[in-house]
C-alpha cells in the first residue's frame, strides 16, 4: 500500500495509540501511556498532507489532550463507529474505499469491514486479527503509528521530515 491510496488513516485510540490499560488514581482521575514515538508519524502524516482523525467509543479528556498534543482531530463518544465513519466521509468528502482504519477490539469491527484498508495491533482481538488487512508486529501503545508510517506504507521520515539522505 502507498500513501497515494489514501484519502484518510483513521485511528481508534485506546489499544492502539495506547497499551489498552488505564490508570486511575484514588480520585478517580483516569490515565494513560501513549508511545512517544508516534508522535513523529503523525508529523509526517502533516507533511504528506494525509488527513488523520482519532475515533473513540470513550469520551475522556485524556483523548483529547492527545489529540491536541498530535494535531490530530478527535471523535469521542462513538457508539457506531462505521456511521461515524460514513459522516466523516461526508464532511470531509473521502472516499471510504480509500481509508485506512486501524482497530483492535469489537468495536472496531463494523468500521474495520467498512473501509477500503484496515490494520491492527498485534495483540488485538481474535475477530479483529481474522478481519485485518494487514496485522501488524507490534502490540497497542507500543508505536503503532510509527509502523503503519514506515513499514506498512514504507515512507522514510527522515528525508521527508528533515532534509536529510536516507
Known amino acids: 500500500m502507498k500513501v497515494t491510496d489514501l484519502d484518510a488513516v483513521?485511528?481508534?485510540?485506546?489499544?492502539?495509540l495506547t497499551d489498552n490499560r488505564v490508570y486511575v488514581d484514588q480520585d478517580g482521575r483516569e490515565s494513560v501511556a501513549c508511545n512517544r514515538a508516534d508522535g513523529l508519524?503523525?508529523?509526517l502524516f502533516r507533511?504528506?498532507?494525509?488527513?488523520?482523525?482519532?475515533?473513540?467509543?470513550?469520551?475522556?479528556k485524556v483523548v483529547s489532550a492527545r489529540g491536541n498534543k498530535?494535531?490530530?482531530?478527535?471523535?469521542?463518544?462513538v457508539s457506531d463507529k462505521a456511521a461515524a465513519l460514513a459522516d466523516l466521509c461526508v464532511q470531509?468528502?473521502?472516499?471510504?474505499?480509500?481509508?485506512l482504519f486501524i482497530g483492535n477490539d469489537?468495536?472496531?469491527l463494523t468500521a474495520?469491514?467498512?473501509?477500503?484498508?484496515?490494520?491492527?495491533p498485534a495483540d488485538s482481538h481474535p475477530r479483529i486479527l481474522a478481519v485485518a488487512r494487514f496485522v501488524l508486529t507490534r502490540k497497542g501503545g507500543e508505536g503503532v503509528a510509527r509502523e503503519?508510517?514506515?513499514d506498512l506504507l514504507g515512507i522514510d521520515p527522515l528525508p521527508v521530515l528533515y532534509g536529510e539522505p536516507s
Open 70 to 77: 498530535l494535531r490530530v482531530p478527535v471523535f469521542q463518544g
Open 92 to 99: 470531509e468528502n473521502l472516499d471510504s474505499a480509500r481509508i
Open 10 to 16: 483513521v485511528f481508534d485510540f485506546d489499544g492502539v
Open 106 to 108: 469489537l468495536n472496531d
Open 41 to 43: 508519524a503523525f508529523d
Open 148 to 150: 503503519i508510517v514506515e
Open 112 to 120: 474495520m469491514r467498512a473501509c477500503g484498508y484496515s490494520a491492527c
Open 47 to 60: 507533511r504528506l498532507s494525509l488527513p488523520v482523525f482519532i475515533l473513540s467509543t470513550e469520551t475522556n
